[in-house]
Structure formats: structure tokens, C-alpha cells
T-cell receptor, first 117, second 110 residues
Framework: GEEVAQTPKHLVRGEGQKAKLYCAPI?????VFWYQQVLKNEFKFLISFQNENVFDETGMPKERFSAKCLPNSPCSLEIQATKLEDSAVYFCASSQGLGGRGNQPQHFGDGTRLSIL | RKEVEQDPGPFNVPEGATVAFNCTYS??????FFWYRQDCRKEPKLLMSVYSSGNEDGRFTAQLNRASQYISLLIRDSKLSDSATYLC???????????FGAGTTVTVRA
């Protein structure tokens, strides 16, 4: 597609439940990125993929967070045993290449607003 | 020290005014620079990439000063629709890992 598509738009979970978010990158984009935005526009990088391979996962809280990008499927971000502090907007972005080579920017999806009660 | 720092504002300006603001970045090896705008916690939308020589897109002008490690954005003839939060975004030495400023809020009043 022409846009990054994220689903669902809103997700409400009780503390301790699982949450799964999905992202379909723009067709032809090889790179997918997940960010968490909690308050005051503070974006936190979580993980990036080059096609179905993890490129950089240094931002991921590894105990409860996992992510995948499988061929012919939307990418997913899964949070096990959610905590109150996981409440945030999770943005997915995709790009054709990496920023410094031809200044290829990341294009963002609408985000998924996750509320943990 | 944060990787990207911005004046949060808000900048309240009348329609037609010029408004300008900067952001500074700490990683001297950064290779890519962008201004995004974000409306009411919706998705960030790319406003413009910032090139070494500076660049202009309609009423928007971006400048990069590598020596002093700052980027600027100038909006001329501001419109009501320019009201938004402007995010300064910098790619690290590995390019792909973007660092976001906290955003500068601009409000254009009639």
C-alpha cells in the first residue's frame, strides 16, 4: 500500500494481559521501525527490521516485548504481561533505505494507542 | 544530555508572521536530518529533509549548521494550518536509529 497501516487504532488491556499490535509497511519498503511515544513527544526507538530480519533491537525491553516481520504478513509487536507503564502510542514506520543514503526518510503509520488499565 | 534538544515553545504568532526555531543535536557523526510535524498526537508527518546546503519548500526553509550542530526551521507567512508540534529528527551515525526532539509547539492565531 501507499501508507503504513497500523491496527488496531486503539487497544485496551487489563494489567497482565497480552497485547499485539500490527503494522503493514509501505509496499517496496525494506525497513520497518517501531517507536513508543509516552508523554510530551518523547519517542523511544524499540526495534527495526530489514525485511524479516531483526536489524537493531537495542531499544526493546526483552523480558516482555517481542516483534516479528514475517514474509507476506504484517509485522507485529507483542507485549506479554502488560504493565501500566506500557500505556503509550506505538508508531510503526517504514523506509526504502537507511536515512543517510539518499536521505530516505521514515514514513509513519497512524499509531496504535495502547491503554493498560 | 539529550541527543536532540528543542525549545518546546509555545510560539504564538499571528497569521502572516514569520516564526523560526532551532534544535541542537549532540552526535557529531549524525548524517541525516529531518523536520516532522505532529498534530495532536497523531502520526508524525515528514515536513522536509534538511540538506547541508539548506533547502526551501514553499514557505518553509530549513538550515543545517554542522559546525555548531544545530538545525533551524523558518516558516514565512504563517497560516492557521501551520499550528502543530514540529519535531526535529536526527539520524545517528548508523542513520536508521532516529533521535527525536521533544517538539516545538507553534500556534498561529487569526
Amino acid at each position: 500500500g501507499e501508507e503504513v497501516a497500523q491496527t488496531p487504532k486503539h487497544l485496551v488491556r487489563g494489567e497482565g494481559q497480552k497485547a499485539k499490535l500490527y503494522c503493514a509497511p509501505i509496499k517496496g519498503h525494506s525497513y520497518v521501525f517501531w517507536y513508543q511515544q509516552v508523554l510530551k513527544n518523547e519517542f523511544k526507538f524499540l526495534i527495526s527490521f530489514q525485511n524479516e530480519n531483526v536489524f537493531d533491537e537495542t531499544g526493546m525491553p526483552k523480558e516482555r516485548f517481542s516483534a516479528k516481520c514475517l514474509p507476506n504478513s504484517p509485522c507485529s509487536l507483542e507485549i506479554q504481561a502488560t504493565k501500566l507503564e506500557d500505556s503509550a502510542v506505538y508508531f510503526c514506520a517504514s523506509s526504502q533505505g537507511l536515512g543517510g543514503r539518499g536521505n530516505q526518510p521514515q514514513h509513519f503509520g497512524d499509531g496504535t494507542r495502547l491503554s493498560i488499565l | 544530555r539529550k541527543e536532540v534538544e528543542q525549545d518546546p515553545g509555545p510560539f504564538n504568532v499571528p497569521e502572516g508572521a514569520t516564526v523560526a526555531f532551532n534544535c541542537t543535536y549532540s552526535n557529531s557523526a549524525s548524517q541525516s536530518f529531518f523536520w516532522y510535524r505532529q498534530d495532536c498526537r497523531k502520526e508524525p508527518k515528514l515536513l522536509m529533509s534538511v540538506y547541508s546546503s539548506g533547502n526551501e519548500d514553499g514557505r518553509f526553509t530549513a538550515q543545517l549548521n554542522r559546525a555548531s550542530q544545530y538545525i533551524s526551521l523558518l516558516i514565512r507567512d504563517s497560516k492557521l494550518s501551520d499550528s502543530a508540534t514540529y519535531l526535529c529528527v536526527v539520524g545517528g551515525s548508523n542513520d536508521y536509529k532516529l533521535s527525536f526532539g521533544a517538539g516545538t509547539t507553534v500556534t498561529v492565531r487569526a
